[in-house]
């Protein structure tokens, strides 16, 4: 025999399950829509190093020199090879890719170096694991300046134009 | 709202079930409502509550979701043991301080989770100890055919539900080691790895097999390879791995259901548990039956707190409904929605766990994270697969719900862990 209370009680029970449930997966599909919202919160604080800011990106009055992706540990690769990237490159796990990175966690056509404005900008194509630049997820394309860190899985490199 | 406040928010829901559901056992069962179920509710608040400090103080960035998610699981566990038997109730609720008293240890101990790295064979070594000791006559138990438990003196205590954490921790560290190496070779169009690369890999797949002969345990063997298999995968980025892993795996069970006898008992109980024969032999699919008959009885709603029939005198209609079958306990007094929502709140732990492993920078945090969510939603599947006849049915608990003292512990070191990763990488994710 069942009391009024106890079906009540009950009812309470599994709301408060419900209710719970939703809570949580309310705020998991808010991460997933905005997957990149727990590594940049708002803008980098104005003295922040290693991050540049994007105003003064444009600004280099003379483009760069010789520009150049120096591996620091990838595997494949010896530390301290020389990329030339000014003509851009593809970096990738795939064939056609100009930078071949050995790297499981790498995507086969993953990131893209290119020439504009007479900037080195980096790019992510779309990879599976993201691209890093100075440790912050790339999003869009980022001008790279002169020892910049850009880290695709475990591949490491650091960037120099002069 | 800081990622702390909102945890301490999701603790109230865990104490308002104490307190609506014991509340509803007690009307059940001495027809009266007193204020105990407030005590209780109070008592697992401050438990919660002193968990809750541990990890602002020690881990600020940490998951806010993992501790909520535990303490509403642990509180609907603590609801139908205590329905189904007092005594229980309090030993379990003792296991939940022992638990809270090692998820406390483990953070506070491992500061860095990242030293687990160096001592990984030892660590291996050690849980492949834990794993045979119920074989070791003297203290091993068999329990239903399985050799699982071990006694010491007056406690009873499973070494593979501690064994299979740091079997984790060493195939993280192992894989994240070799991963590039299991990648490089490429024979006729397919990664093939060399021999040596491969070895210890098919040697975990040999004890996996081993664990089904000695143990003769198919849920914690399926349990540990399917882990294994989910971290090879994501180290290596081939889905060739798990294919012939699972291959491999069905390939050996199907061999052992038809040779080793307790295997094949179990098959046959797990295909025709309405067959009269099985159905009244010892150890045949009265349990399998029994918990199919108790979900159905359930229906959409349930029968309500209180109503489930548990046993008839001393034979029991539901055999070991405190552990294997309490998720058909709870499909008969909550329903169709109750079982659901419990499935929910564990996809939810799952969705959290494999968050973690995303976010984590290196390797080994994103495969320790990936394995022991893994693990954990594979003893779900395990329990609840046998339990509604999917896969036959082998005796896990159903994580912090069942009663049992070793898989609580463990549980909550899992956990600890995992909130260990997550605010490491929610730290770095910041800067």
Known sequence: MLQPTAIILQAAFLLVLFLFVAWVARSTLRDLKRPDEQRSAGPPPADATGIHSAVTAGAAPSGPHDPRLVVERAPGHTPGMEYEVGNGAILGRGEQAEIRLDDPYASSRHARLSMQGGRIVLE????????????EIVSGPQPLHQGDHVRIGDSEFHYVDN | MSARNRELLGLLPASLLI??????????????????????????????????????????????????????????????IYRLNETLARD?????????????????????????????????????????LPRIPGIGQQANGAYLGIGLGPVTFQPAEFAKIGIIIFLASYLRDTRALLVSRKRFGITLPRLKHIGPLLLVWGLAMLMLVFIRDLGSSLMFFGGFLAMLYVATDRLIFPVVGFGLFGLGAWFFANTVGHVADRVSAWQHPFDPKLYEQIGGSYQIAQSLFAQADGGVWGQGFGQALISVGDSPILPAAQTDLIYAVIVNELGLIGGIVLLLIYVLFVERGFRIAVLARDSFSKLLATGLTTVVALQVFVIVGGVTKVIPLTGVTLPFVSYGGSSIVANFVIAALLLLISDRARREARR
Do not use: M
Request: hydrophobic residues 60%.
């Open chain 1, 124 to 135: 992510d194509l779309g990879s599976t694991n993201g691209t890093f630049l100075n440790e």
């Open chain 2, 92 to 132: 379990q609720a003792q296991w939940f301080v022992v638990g809270l008293i090692a998820f406390a240890a483990t953070i506070l101990l491992l500061r860095d989770y990242r030293v687990l790295e160096r001592y990984r064979y030892l660590i291996a070594a050690a849980s492949l100890f834990l794993l045979l």
């Open chain 2, 19 to 80: 307190v609506a559901g014991f509340g509803a056992v007690f009307l059940q069962e001495q027809a009266k409502l007193g204020n105990l179920s407030l005590t209780y509710g109070a008592i697992f608040l401050g438990l919660c509550l002193a968990a809750h400090l541990i990890i602002r103080v020690r881990l600020p960035d940490a998951d806010p979701y993992l501790l909520p998610i535990i303490a509403v699981l642990a509180s609907i566990g603590l609801v139908v």
